[in-house]
């Protein structure tokens, strides 16, 4: 009984130690740009601020350098986040609620299309792009961006459209509802969760991706803050560590205060056990 007890404690510390190991790996990068945004003299080491400074921020704070690419990226991210959704539910309601033989094969090349690499389609893309002038516009941006992001968003809204009984919606066809409406009406406010899952996922994923309005972005005025910050890297590898440690606090705070708006959501559930009875 002793050495088991001592084989069970043996584990569990080693268990700490690793998930002490993890935790370091996430809390040292943020600790160092929270302390690096207030050093007047930050560099790559982790370390006490010399002096506690504004002067990171002010020098960020500027509209060609934060204010315009974050709005850029609200643009972008916003408007491609809403396309995403409402066409993520479109598609997922007959994948949810009408059976067909095409169901199956449709949801795998939906899956088949997650797994391909963004770099294997963006010159085809660029090239498609010129042809029919999408090239260097946010329209044409927001459009590939919601393309993207579809198939996943379709199986995580399918998913979720599926614990919804369907007997909530006959009742609302009784009554006069078209299918349209019942979506509207009855499905989407009762997977909340599955919306606001769907919203930040897709959010976030455009908000931090560098690579496609690289290459569909030319103008610069139009580039969001993704790679805007490429900026704070000088030639011959000088690097501006405190006011990209201030720039990237700023650029994260839309995305920590969507998460923040809708977290609620997310653990909100269905609860409709007894929706159906009586």
Not at 35 to 46: F, G, T
Not at 54 to 69: G, M, Q, R
Request: include cysteine; hydrophobic fraction near 55%; proline fraction near 6%.
């Amino acid at each position: 009984m002793a050495t088991l007890n001592s084989r069970r404690t043996s584990r569990r510390y080693a268990a700490d130690a690793g998930l002490l190991v993890v935790a370091a790996a996430f809390v040292l990068p943020l600790a160092w740009v929270i302390l690096s945004s207030l050093d007047p003299h930050a560099d790559l080491r982790v370390k006490t601020p010399d002096g506690i400074t504004l002067d990171n921020f002010d020098a960020v704070l500027e509209p060609d350098i934060t204010f315009t690419p974050l709005l850029n990226s609200l643009i972008l991210c916003g408007g491609a986040t809403l396309l995403t959704v409402v066409c993520a539910a479109l598609a997922a309601y007959p994948l949810s609620r009408f059976r067909s033989r095409l169901n199956r094969p449709f949801l795998l090349t939906i899956l088949f299309a997650t797994s391909l690499p963004i770099t294997a389609i963006m010159v085809p893309v660029y090239a498609l792009f010129v042809q029919v002038d999408l090239i260097d516009t946010m329209q044409g941006t927001i459009f590939f961006f919601a393309a993207s992001q579809l198939p996943f968003a379709i199986w995580i809204m399918k998913n979720f459209m599926d614990g919804v009984p369907k007997e909530l919606e006959e009742a609302a066809w009784t009554d006069g509802a078209s299918s349209f409406q019942s979506l509207l009406r009855i499905v989407l406010p009762l997977m909340g969760p599955g919306v606001a899952v769907v919203t930040v996922f897709s959010f976030v994923m455009m908000w931090g991706n560098f690579f496609v309005p690289f290459m569909l972005l030319l103008s610069p005025e139009q580039m969001p803050a993704s790679v805007s910050i490429n900026d704070f890297f000088g030639n011959r590898g000088t690097v501006i560590y405190g006011q990209l440690a201030a720039f990237s606090i700023i650029y994260s705070t839309p995305v920590i205060l969507l998460y923040v708006l809708i977290a609620r959501r997310l653990g909100g559930g269905f609860a409709l056990g007894g929706a159906v009875k009586g």
